[in-house]
């Protein structure tokens, strides 16, 4: 059993490590507007925040140049920098034991609704979250209470919010839901503390701890002796489909995320040679995944 029943999520810096797309925009609309390079670690200071005042406050912008430079960041960010993202390690595997374990999930970002789902979509992120609440594309400003508030469940016995800035503290103290932050982010142990913070963690297994999640890194592994790169991918990609959310492990190894119920991997060819040819060590592959998934329900 977890300790909360309703878990919110930032994104960036919580569920994806962002900062690459987020600071190669921000250069693009200073370069845009003509202010010149600025330092990456004055960039990395936009990680959070809503890009208007950020302009307005970090760069030193007037109001009309803050928000052309809004429209040039995102002009990027649409068209590439949403890319420039990758999900940190751990994370699916926590949010597919928490929903596991009967916790309702949410996304409460004060990024662009538009964005902040197509970014979920990307990664496969999206269908294990119950709600994705963030802001329009017209808001220059954004209100993290109010954004937490529209995340939460209707009812919940306890909720947390999770997420690695002051705003996402401070908005989470702001609601009466518990602080979780998460240092691997960009705030930093000290700014989170200092904003109210209940517990602070350091890597996704510290925050999994915090959230009371089951072995979120036990997954059920099927190895599939001979098969080459590509049966193994067609295999995950099998799975994906039927609703297991599967990824390649190393050689001949399928890992399917979440708990697992044994520490050994399964053998799915058990005394059995896979075909040489691609077609038929598919269909040979296909039937055994097909048995795989008849015993497992």
């Known amino acids: 059993m977890t300790k909360y029943d309703a878990v919110l999520f930032d994104l960036d810096g919580t569920l994806t490590r962002s900062e690459p797309g987020i600071t190669n925009c921000v250069q693009y609309a200073l370069d845009r507007l003509g202010f010149g390079p600025m330092p990456l670690s004055e960039r990395l200071r936009f990680i959070g925040p809503p890009l208007y005042e950020s302009f307005r406050d970090i760069a030193g912008m007037s109001e009309a140049d803050a928000q052309r430079a809004v429209d040039a960041y995102r002009e990027r960010f649409s068209a590439v920098g949403w890319m420039e993202n990758s999900v940190y390690d751990g994370i699916p595997d926590l949010l597919i034991a ?40 017209c808001d220059n400003h954004a209100d993290k209470a109010e954004i937490v508030r529209r995340a939460l469940p209707a009812s919940f016995a306890r909720a947390a919010m999770v997420g690695d800035r002051r705003f996402d503290m401070e908005g989470a103290r702001r609601m009466g839901v518990d602080a979780v932050g998460v240092s691997y982010g960009y705030g930093g142990r000290e700014e989170l503390i200092s904003s109210g913070a209940h517990a602070v963690c350091d890597t996704v297994d510290e925050l999994a701890a915090a959230l009371g999640a089951p072995d979120f890194r036990r997954g059920d592994r099927l190895y599939l002796p001979g098969a080459p790169e590509d049966i193994c991918r067609r295999a995950a990609d099998y799975l994906r489909a039927r609703g297991l959310p599967a990824q390649t492990q190393g050689p001949c190894m399928v890992r399917i995320l979440g708990p697992g119920a044994e520490d050994a991997p399964e053998n799915l060819f058990p005394d059995h040679a896979l075909p040489p040819d691609g077609d038929a060590a598919w269909r040979d592959t296909e039937i055994h995944l097909n048995r795989w998934l008849d015993r497992r329900s």
């Open 98 to 137: 928490l929903r596991l374990a009967g916790c309702r999930l949410s996304v409460a970002s004060a990024k662009p609704q538009p964005f902040v789902e197509k970014i979920l979509r990307h990664f496969s992120l999206f269908r294990l979250f119950d709600r994705v609440e963030a802001i329009r594309l």
